[in-house]
């Protein structure tokens, strides 16, 4: 294969994909670096309540908020790459 034959299109999309991998990958890592790093350093975040007479609680946040948010990044991730691949199959 020339490098005449790769198209500038394949190219852009290989690229748009590193990118989102890139963001999704230090996103997803910052999040869980504090989801550790709280819990192993400061453990008394899982007792603390944030408004008087809130649901809203340290447990709350470790053990289902940002869990939860990094089933949806990788969801969102998963949807963008998918939607990506089927454009430039497409084509």
């Known amino acids: 294969m020339k490098r005449s034959d ?7 999309m290989i690229w748009n994909v590193q990118n989102i991998s890139a963001v999704f990958s ?3 890592l910052y999040i869980y670096s504090f989801y550790v790093g709280a819990f ?6 899982l007792t603390a309540s944030f408004m008087k007479g809130s649901l809203f609680n340290g447990a709350l ?3 289902v908020i940002i ?7 990788t969801g969102s991730y998963v949807v963008l790459a998918d939607r990506m691949d089927c454009e430039d199959h497409s084509r």
């Open 61 to 63: 946040l470790m053990g």
């Open 40 to 45: 192993s350093f400061c453990p008394e975040i």
């Open 67 to 73: 869990p939860v948010i990094g089933i949806v990044l």
């Open 6 to 12: 790769i198209s500038p299109r394949g190219s852009t």
């Open 26 to 28: 230090i996103v997803f």
